[in-house]
T-cell receptor, first 114, second 110 residues
Framework: DGGITQSPKYLFRKEGQNVTLSCEQN?????MYWYRQDPGQGLRLIYY???????QKGDIAEGYSVSREKKESFPLTVTSAQKNPTAFYLC?????????????FGAGSRLTVL | GQQVMQIPQYQHVQEGEDFTTYCNSS?????IQWYKQRPGGHPVFLIQ?????EVKKQKRLTFQFGEAKKNSSLHITATQTTDVGTYFC??????????FGGGTRLMVKP
């Protein structure tokens, strides 16, 4: 089955630690995205990548970093510079980076900072 | 920048009642998409509207795109408990990234 796999599903982190969230897709999609969702709120774009070895900041990129070394993979690192990292993180992909394309989401990773 | 607002934020209905959520954009949209997120789940694509005044139906769900392409609505007829979840609209303006609304959380009493 084609889809997007995010891991881990749940993650606990101490303040001051960096953590990396994994996102892998086998849909052969060119574009990949990271969104943050806070309780009762919508989705805010952190970073996106329209092609391998290229990525762009979204609306809330501060305190986060990404890489896109392979088409299938788009890991997100939540750095210690992110002041309020506790949230639900969703990875998504689309056929291309056009805004008209439909997003396919992974199951999400829930990060809690202790 | 582009803003997309959704109302209401929450809606409780009795099973069998109708439900509507509204989406309004600060700018004219090229297209609008609707997603549903079940409790504890992830957003799943429902439909995309592209044309001015477009209306699409999926069983009990009716989606509309406004004539000015700045607003949209999702109407559910005779809600069921399986309709529970948060419904998001997401608008696109001339090839930019999708901007999501804040979502409407629907709760259905059996």
């Amino acid at each position: 089955d084609g889809g997007i796999t995010q891991s881990p599903k749940y993650l606990f982190r101490k303040e001051g630690q960096n953590v990396t969230l994994s996102c892998e897709q086998n849909l052969n999609h060119d574009a990949m995205y990271w969104y943050r969702q806070d309780p009762g709120q919508g989705l805010r774009l952190i970073y996106y990548s329209q092609i391998v070895n290229d990525f762009q900041k979204g609306d809330i990129a501060e305190g986060y970093s990404v890489s896109r070394e392979k088409k299938e993979s788009f890991p997100l690192t939540v750095t210690s510079a992110q002041k309020n990292p506790t949230a639900f993180y969703l990875c998504a992909s689309s056929i291309s980076g056009s805004g008209a394309n439909v997003l396919t989401f992974g199951a999400g990773s829930r990060l809690t900072v202790l | 920048g582009q803003q997309v607002m959704q109302i209401p934020q929450y809606q409780h209905v009795q099973e069998g009642e109708d439900f509507t959520t509204y989406c309004n954009s600060s700018t004219t949209l090229s297209n609008i998409q609707w997603y549903k997120q079940r409790p504890g789940g992830h957003p799943v694509f429902l439909i995309q509207l592209v044309k001015s005044g477009e209306v699409k139906k999926q069983k009990r769900l009716t989606f509309q795109f406004g004539e000015a392409k700045k607003n949209s609505s999702l109407h559910i007829t005779a809600t069921q408990t399986t309709d529970v979840g948060t419904y998001f609209c997401a608008g696109n303006n001339a090839g930019n990234m999708l901007t999501f609304g804040g979502g409407t959380r629907l709760m259905v009493k059996p």
